[in-house]
């Protein structure tokens, strides 16, 4: 495989970079390949421990394949036919985590686009999303799921906030944050979506939205105070984020 990197202005290649390794060493190609752009860019690296897992793993060529088959199908807003995918990408190789997080993806925006089977689709979707997890902790796909499987404020936005450490230059992410706390701080949603706009104009073809967190009433509390409530977790969870620079 061979990459190269060309300035946009006058077409100049600035760097080329040649990688032969075996097809089950792909993801640790990618890796290699993103680490040689960053550097060719004077792009700080910005390694976790996920980074030596990810260099040293090994992927079933079949299972990497129907992965970007279901990847190529969540772009195209098929989420069946993507969790369809997956689904065979992890029964070829039921070690990859990307595969088990964009299948829980794929429950969930077919559960949200369907009533039929969703309680279904959302335990599936809640296996998928730990098995991620348990896989590599340390990815942010994988910690994305989990937070559209979480059922309470905090631990959705604590697996947001963990997505974004690992990873702060996914506009994506960001504009999760924001839908999540939409109806509870419109003012720090409008920041943490000029944030994702500022990554990226244009959200992922592929992103799945999670729901607005709306405050349940407990006791004698009324809906002002619950939202106050839910509004300082969400600030307290969330401090400090948007400082964070990719």
């Keep these: 495989m061979t990459l190269a990197l060309a300035d946009a202005a006058d077409g100049e290649r600035l760097w080329t970079g040649e990688y032969t390794r075996a097809a089950e060493d792909i993801v640790a190609v990618q890796a290699k390949a993103a680490e040689d752009v960053a550097r060719a860019l004077h792009v ?18 079949r299972a990497y394949e129907e992965y970007l088959l279901g990847r190529q199908a969540a772009a195209q807003r098929q989420p069946d036919a993507a969790a369809k995918d997956y689904q065979d990408a992890v029964a070829a190789d039921d070690g990859l985590p990307e595969a088990f997080a964009g299948l829980a993806r794929a429950l969930a925006a077919g559960a949200a686009r369907t009533r039929a089977d969703a309680g279904s689709r ?123 620079r990719p």
């Design 122 to 244: 959302r335990a599936r979707m809640k296996t998928a999303a730990e098995r991620a997890y348990e896989l590599d902790p340390d990815l942010a796909a994988a910690n994305a799921a989990m937070a559209l499987a979480s059922s309470s404020l905090t631990q959705t936005l604590q697996y947001l906030r963990r997505a974004i450490e690992i990873d702060p230059s996914s506009g994506d992410t960001y504009r999760d944050v924001a839908d999540v706390i939409r109806a509870i701080d419109p003012e720090r949603s409008a920041a943490f979506d000029q944030r994702a706009s500022e990554l990226d104009p244009q959200p992922s073809s592929e992103r799945t939205t999670p729901a607005a967190w709306h405050p349940s009433i407990a006791g004698r509390e009324d809906a002002a105070a619950a939202a106050a409530r839910d509004r300082d977790i969400a600030r307290a969870v969330l401090k400090g984020l948007l400082e964070k």
């Design 44 to 61: 700080p690296l910005r390694l976790t421990a996920a980074t030596a897992r990810t260099v040293a793993r090994r992927v079933d060529r």
